[in-house]
């Protein structure tokens, strides 16, 4: 017997084959809408990206030796009258030939600046699901104000790190002319007869390892800057390259205290971390629900059973057999097993929540005693120390490498302050995530505030 099928009426097309038939039919009419994204997306758009600009590499050849006596004495009396003709010999005379080779002009902003309110909103307009809704219930606005709290701060942390690379790449830069200042110095003296080759060498390593320095920090420069253009919905490569010259100079100066006022303390602090979280509300009263649903003598029986599975565990140390629950009754029971779990899920996210909080404030007050103590302690000290070696270089006291080895040691500092400055507003951007409602986030070492941690080391 043949068995006939009724045909199924056809199914009405999903919500994603309608919106991906509409964006067909539409055509230019979508590409209006949004025409970013589509450029970004199309591997057709014209792109025009900027060349990679490095310093030049120092030489590692040394200057060729005057053949006989009399090419050495000339070489040395016109090298002493040249330098006699400054007051403060190698150095002035360094420094008068590098202001003459020096055309190029200053650069200025084309673009105002762009602070963190600004990179907020332009980032805001690429992300529909950060915004909530009329219509949206307690739990999706939650979800919402999580994501938002996480969003503001990835997009500070970055704006933050691309700001202080920016400036490191600047800093580092000075380290390298200082550096070669010592080697050109260096060869001259070579070329004079007052130095061997050996120590033109020495001084030629500081320059090849602040030429490093300076490239890593052009490196790091450009990878937190296209970090933060790709949170802000940048594409254009030349978009990109103009975001350096868009952001400030530097971060702002630090605080008085670790919070604006007088700020919560740890306990005022940690109960505004629990409070803050949009679900953990819920929780306590969904636990507070099912709690509420179990007798005192079920719980004093689980309570019961539990002691004594804890007590049948080795006190020898030996932890490779879990304790064990004979009772069937109390497993098979679902409003036990509910009420416990929510308990148990709730004691962990109020424990997180409080441990994060408290690392958090702790991280706040040590960042800003740190940085504080790398700006007005270590640096003062180094530019003390410098305008101390610069008088007795005027005295006669000091010679020109004193001089240039303090130069160095001086800017070393202020990249060790630039950097405990960096941890500071760092740790402060998660501080007020965590009162937002965001997730906790693991925090990065702090830099060293000794002044000797990214500058080459100094030559004498």
């Known amino acids: ?71 050495a004495r000339a070489i040395w009396q016109r090298a002493n009258q040249r330098v006699a003709e400054f007051p403060r010999g190698h150095a002035d005379l360094l420094r008068q030939e590098s202001s003459q080779a020096s055309e190029a002009p200053a650069t200025s902003r ?111 420069s450009l990878r937190s800057r296209e ?73 004093q029986a689980w309570d019961g059973a539990v002691d004594a599975a804890l007590d049948a565990v080795p006190s020898d140390g030996d932890a490779s057999t879990p304790p064990h629950i004979d009772n069937l009754s109390l497993l098979r029971d679902t409003t036990l097993a509910r009420a416990l779990n929510a308990e148990a899920e709730l004691l962990q996210q109020a424990t997180a929540r409080r441990t994060a909080a408290r690392q958090a404030w702790a991280a706040l007050q040590l960042r800003h005693a740190s940085a504080l103590h790398a700006q007005d302690v270590v640096a003062q000290l180094q530019a003390s120390l410098e305008q101390e070696t610069l008088l007795r270089y005027n005295g006669m006291l000091q010679g020109t490498w004193d001089l240039l080895a303090s130069a160095r040691d001086r800017m070393a500092s202020l990249d060790a302050a630039l950097q405990a400055r960096q941890a500071y507003w760092l740790a402060r951007a998660d501080w007020q995530a965590l009162l937002s409602g965001a997730d906790a986030t693991t925090s990065t070492e702090a830099p060293s505030s000794s002044g000797k941690g990214s500058a080459p080391a100094a030559g004498h």
């Open 110 to 220: 084309r673009d105002q600046t762009l602070n963190f309110a600004q990179a907020l909103k332009l980032s805001l307009r690429h992300r529909p699901a950060l915004f909530t809704h009329a219509d949206m219930n307690p739990l999706a606005r939650a979800q919402v104000q999580v994501a938002y709290a996480s969003h503001v701060r990835d997009l500070q942390r970055a704006w933050i790190d691309a700001v202080v690379s920016r400036q490191r790449e600047r800093l580092l830069d000075e380290v390298l002319e200082a550096t070669r200042t010592g080697t050109e110095l260096g060869r001259r003296m070579v070329v004079a007869g007052n130095w061997s080759q050996a120590r033109q060498m020495r001084e030629q390593l500081i320059e090849a390892s602040a030429w490093q320095a300076s490239v890593n920090a052009r490196d790091a």
């Open 1 to 71: 017997m043949t068995s006939f099928r009724r045909p199924s009426p056809p199914r009405p097309p999903s919500v994603r084959a309608a919106l991906f038939i509409a964006c067909a039919l539409a055509g230019p009419a979508a590409h209006a809408q949004n025409p970013a994204a589509f450029d970004a997306a199309d591997p057709a758009s014209p792109v025009t990206t900027p060349s990679l600009v490095l310093p030049p590499m120092g030489r590692a050849d040394t200057p060729a030796l005057p053949g006989d006596l009399a090419s």
């Open 227 to 299: 970090h933060l253009a790709s949170l802000l919905g940048l594409w254009d490569a030349q978009a990109v390259a103009r975001l350096g010259d868009q952001l400030p100079d530097s971060l702002p100066a630090l605080p008085a205290t670790p919070w604006p006022g007088h700020g919560p303390g740890a306990a005022e602090g940690e109960a505004m971390v629990v409070r803050s979280h949009p679900t953990m509300a819920q929780a306590r009263l969904l636990a507070a629900r099912d709690a509420s649903a179990l007798s005192a003598a079920r719980r």
